[in-house]
């Protein structure tokens, strides 16, 4: 038996660099020198953590410097090995005496040779007071003799089922989290239920402080009892794997508890742990770790969402109770700006692209408007992250707004440059909104007004919606129609505006359907009607059509969301509301009469709201709880002549050439004769609408084949029939 079978792969690893460096630098034999620095470029870890437990690093660049001239250099040409100095003889037989009955590792080699190389290994150490520190014996707390000789069975059975996190080359950036690196940290010392359990919504950062903490680990920032730790990330799928045969599994797992009980010091880290309860995927995990867990055997880290801990997690209270809770929240957003700024060198440096300080800023409001169902700090990082890959497949060197819209609308198909100027005070609402809407100037005003303080949070309110409203007013005068132009005017869009017909919400029964039917009832696993507006609609308009004839129970459920801006459904989660601008629109009080501003005469310029009607048919606090109540006029003979000419008549002309090819010329005499039949106070632009459908839309279906193929027709209205004529320079 050769005394090499007594050290470990990576022991040998040295020892063969060693015979290679005496190789290249031409020396008859090994010594000291060639170990030490053989120790360097082959055992750093071991090296790092002397550094580290000493409050000194190692010189990076010293480092590469030293390696790069080592490889410049070629191996001699010589007949047989190079021969063992009588100094380097001892230094390995005081190694196998340290290691005693375990096979020797790095560790040994540097313990035995540290009085003779310590001068060797000093320039490749640095302090902030001298950066070529000589360090004496008595300065340097050599670690602990590494048992990975006698553990590296164990440690591969750990990295078949998953990684650890504590590697040599692992590195994590967190940033902002100390305080809860400090709970976390504090758990893990803790005699009784050392096991934390990481609760948090999806992407909050529960990896990234488990993630944290080995980082923390690996610099030495952690008190003594941690210090020798390291974490393993356990995958549940790779402990599943293969487990078809009965038993297969259970082999998995006692393997798994083996390896972790023989590493005293390795921690386990399952995140979504709720896989592991039988109420998840009727396995028996869960059964199979709470001795182990009971015990001490194993030491393990736990993390999962809300609704997984109480929809799995909760029902195991035995399991529960060998775990010790840490909530972990969602960051306020300086905390985000914190990480936002230490993560950005990193991303400039892999995708070669400047970014802007200001446009961190602006990838944290983006997300927050318009991503809100998702969690900080992972939905600012992820619109970061991909407006920079956007900007490197255009091969920019600098992130610009564009490209932060570019993200947006690829993650939730909202178009985030709408042309309207937030910053600047939304100067071209009014105008966006009036080429749509004819005859409403005071509601077009009283809406805009509201909308630029709800959308620059003047009111310092974030948790509520982008605005709430109340439309009210006679049918057919631009409720409906002002929402949709609201919509697209807000997020750049057509689909941007998801319509509830309330009317359909008249029995009690019915608001199941809005968040969602219990547990045991018809419907329970459909999405709500409410979670698919607020994944649909992000930056743009709910639209509660007719919402009068909702039933009382309806109108109680909206209480909370037009005040806080959430509601959370049948499943347990919680709908964010904050960008998103509600409108509910009503008719009531245009039922006896003209009430007070929506008559035809002189009064409906004083934009008074009917009070007395809307307390008869919405609670009191309900409607205290709307931004503004816009009323709207009813329309006179000259607002539907305008909509006539200048909304339905373009309009349609518009789709005709579209799709036709013909374009429609008009006289005055037919829009009047429209107008006659059309204009109503009672019915409104609706009525008018399908006057127009009858007068000209029906004649022109039947002559369409005879006027195919002529780009332009007059329309005309002779003896009370629309007839079609070429126009002057029309093609024959």
């Given amino acids: 038996m050769s005394r090499y079978d007594r050290y470990s792969e990576t022991a ?25 620095t053989a120790l360097l470029l082959s055992a750093l870890p071991d090296i790092v953590a002397i550094a580290r437990s000493n409050n000194v690093v190692v010189d990076d660049e010293r480092l590469k410097s030293l390696n790069a001239r080592i490889e410049s250099e070629p191996p001699l040409v010589h007949a047989g090995a190079v021969k063992i100095s009588s100094e380097f003889r001892t230094i390995l037989d005081k190694a196998e005496a340290l290691a005693g009955e375990a096979k020797v590792e790095p560790a040994h080699l540097i313990q035995a040779a540290w009085p003779v190389i310590k001068d060797d290994l000093a320039p490749y150490f640095k302090t902030e007071i001298a950066p070529d520190l000589s360090l004496e014996s008595s300065d340097i707390s050599l670690p602990e003799i590494n048992t990975m000789g006698q553990n590296l069975e164990a440690h591969q059975v750990l990295s078949r089922f998953g990684r650890e996190l504590t590697a040599p080359e692992s590195d994590f950036a967190i940033f902002g989290r100390e305080q809860e690196l400090d709970s976390l940290t504090s758990t893990m010392l803790k005699y009784w239920k050392p096991n934390p359990l990481i609760i948090g919504e999806s992407g909050v950062g529960k990896t990234a402080l488990v993630e944290g903490l080995a980082m923390r680990i690996k610099s ?72 182990a867990l009971s015990d001490g055997r194993i030491r393990c880290i736990g993390a999962t969402t809300n609704t997984d801990y109480s929809r799995y997690l909760e029902k195991d209270s035995a399991l529960l109770r060998r775990f010790q809770t840490i909530l972990l929240k969602e960051p306020d957003e300086e905390t985000v700006r914190t990480i936002l700024g230490g993560l950005a060198p990193k991303l400039e440096a892999h995708f070669s692209i400047s970014i802007p300080h200001y446009l961190l800023e602006k990838a944290l409001d983006t997300s927050r408007r318009y991503l809100p169902m998702r969690k900080f700090p992972d939905k600012a990082l992820d619109v970061l992250d991909r407006a920079l890959s956007r900007a490197a497949f255009r091969g920019e060197k600098t992130l610009t707004e564009e490209r932060l819209a570019d993200a947006v609308h690829d993650i939730a198909n909202v178009v985030a440059d709408t042309k309207l100027d937030l910053d600047q005070g939304m100067p071209g609402l009014e105008s966006a909104l009036r080429s749509d809407i004819l005859g409403q100037e005071q509601a077009i005003s009283t809406l805009a007004e509201a909308i630029r303080v709800s959308k620059m949070r003047l009111d310092n309110d974030d948790g509520r919606p982008d605005g709430a409203f109340l439309f009210t007013g006679p049918t057919g005068v631009g409720k409906t129609a002002l929402a949709i132009s609201l919509a697209r005017a807000l997020s750049g869009r057509e689909d941007a ?109 004083d934009g008074k709201i009917p009070l007395a009607a809307l307390k008869r048919a919405f609670p009191i606090e309900l409607l205290n709880r709307f931004d503004s109540i816009v009323p709207f006029r009813a329309l006179s003979r000259e607002n539907c002549e305008a909509i006539l000419r200048d909304i339905i008549f373009t309009k349609s002309n518009r789709n005709l050439a579209r799709t036709h090819g013909i374009s429609l010329s008009i006289g005055q005499s037919v829009l009047d004769d429209i107008l006659t039949e059309g204009f109503s106070h009672e019915f409104g632009a609706r009525h008018l609408q399908r006057i127009y459908r009858e007068m000209v839309l029906v004649p022109l279906a039947h002559e369409m084949a005879a006027l195919r193929g002529k780009n332009e027709v007059l329309l005309e209205r002779v003896s009370g029939k629309t007839i079609f004529t070429l126009s002057k320079g029309s093609i024959q």
């Fill in 12 to 36: 040998l690893g040295v020892l063969v660099k060693t015979q290679d460096i005496a190789l290249r630098q031409s020396s008859p034999e090994t010594g000291s020198h060639e170990l030490a």
């Fill in 220 to 291: 030495g920032k952690v008190p003594d009892a941690l210090k020798a730790c390291r974490i393993f990330e356990i995958r549940i799928a790779e402990v599943l794997a293969g487990t078809n045969l009965h038993g297969a599994l259970e082999e998995n797992l006692n393997q798994l508890l083996h390896a972790a009980a023989s590493m005293p010091n390795a921690i386990l880290f399952i995140d979504e742990i709720h896989q592991i309860v039988p109420a998840f995927a009727n396995n028996p995990i869960s059964e199979v770790l709470k001795p």
């Fill in 497 to 605: 505006l998801f319509r509830i017909d309330m009317s359909e919400f008249s029995d009690a029964h019915t608001a199941a359907r809005l968040l969602g039917a219990p547990p045991g009832y018809i419907g329970y696993d459909d999405a709500p009607l409410l979670a698919r507006a607020v994944d649909t609609c992000a930056g743009g308009v709910l639209l509660l059509d007719e919402m009068e004839k909702a039933h009382p129970q309806v109108h109680r459920l909206f209480l909370q969301i037009l005040d806080a801006g959430r509601a959370t459904d049948s499943t347990g989660r919680v709908l964010s509301f904050a960008s998103i601008t509600i409108i509910a629109t009503c008719n009531v009080g245009t039922g006896d009469g003209p009430p007070l501003g929506f008559g035809s005469g002189t009064a409906l310029s």
